[in-house]
């Protein structure tokens, strides 16, 4: 895959196809061939209402009833839904070059029961993007940064997920400074704060605290202004709206960019990521109240460095990792799956044993307290995923969509995907086991539906799409 950045103004019929491209940059700068209706404003001047979707494709999407293949794109969950935007796909009539997916569509997923729904969301957000961040809070998703047709943002905008339609609202007017413009960035949400962290971009214009490595590579072509990674922490809080950067403490860990990050309690965990050539084993947490710094131990059988994987928290004491992308370029488990293809016949055990301790896990929970890795046993091994996303559901599952399932960097297609894997990756509550018993013996219990509490109600008959459908 050609890996730079395209000048909205390139005529399409020059632009080269990815095999055409000899070029060792990575993921920081990926080809998108877009449509550029949308793209000739002043992206620092010009705002622009989206009342229609705006995508070369966007005709296609209203067929499906599911959301199209897409890597790079957010999601979030607020109460039982959980909310899709953004990224990208191929292309259908444009060789090996890639679509941003429209602005304004948004698709939602009811994790009770099962059923996708695409809307058409209002506002000015400004233009399609993939690699940026979003978080959701007390019912308003929060998206900053990203990568379009022109480079890199720095825009915010705010998505009220309970208001009666989708309106997108630029968070304008904010005091202080705030994060240069970049992509494959993280965050943690803390007492009505935003904390965003790292990411790769434009070099920061002004005094920011922290340290941003220049990317020699990136303004190799294009007449880039050129990039790099940053470790910089940036505080957005929502009561005064208000940007700043905390004095931290402690060992700071290095910039890098497309790596996760998890919130739990006044903990803000990040793991991996890519930096330079390398991409990242190493974990740390932040202390939200006091901004101190703290690395923790990896053990060497532990996961392997990874970029462009994700980090759920699934409990007060555990997190969840899974998926992303080796220094070697593997995407993790990939090789799991030709394993167990190619260990078929002779010496076939014999074989799949050999290269068992070859093949790095791709899935890992995390127990907070003990500082202790432990691989998570899945029936998705055959599934590798990177630059996906990952929410916590209510009942234990964490819901991964997306995402690409082989090396998105080679000169073949990106099998971009739309497929929704769960994992059951804490004990179901009891209230679950109750949903399911009855469940199974409706036929003999429904006559008895009316005497339960209306909430309990409502689940049942929104479970009933969705009976015995959950993954591992």
Known sequence: MAERDVDMEEDAADLPDRD???????????????DNQHMDEDEDDIEVVVEHPVDTEASESFELDSP??????????????????????????HGFFDLYLPRNEVWTYNLESGVWMKHVAAGNLHTSMSGSCGTCLDGVLYLFGGHHARGNTNRIYRLPLRAPSLV????????????????????????NRLIFFGGYGYAPQGSHRGTF???????LMWDSPGRGWNNHV??????SSTWSQPITQGNTPSPRAAHACATVGNRGYVFGGRFKNYRLNDLYYIDLETWEWHEMSVPQQGPVGRSWHSFTPVSSDHIFLFGGFTTERETLSEFMAWRR????????ALVAEMLLFAVPDDAWLYCVSRNEWKPFKHSHTESPRLWHTACSGPDGEVFVFGGCANNLLSHQRAAHSNELLIFNVQPKSLVRFCMETVLQHRERLS???????????LSLKQRMSRVNTLGS
């Open 341 to 348: 293809c190619f260990c078929d016949g002779f010496m076939a």
């Open 20 to 34: 055409a491209d000899d070029s060792d940059q990575e993921e920081d700068e990926i080809l998108f061939w877009l």
């Open 447 to 457: 006559c008895h539906w009316d005497c339960l509490p209306k909430h309990l109600l």
């Open 168 to 191: 997108w609202e630029e968070m304008r007017d904010l005091k202080g400074l705030p994060p240069s413009s970049k992509d494959k960035l993280g965050c943690w949400v803390h007492k």
């Open 68 to 93: 199209a293949e897409r890597s790079g794109h957010i999601a979030v969950v607020d109460r039982n839904i959980m909310y899709i935007w953004g990224g990208y796909k191929n292309g259908q009539n």
């Open 234 to 239: 940036h505080v957005l809080d929502l009561e």
């Open 213 to 219: 490595h220049y990317d020699e590579s990136s303004s």
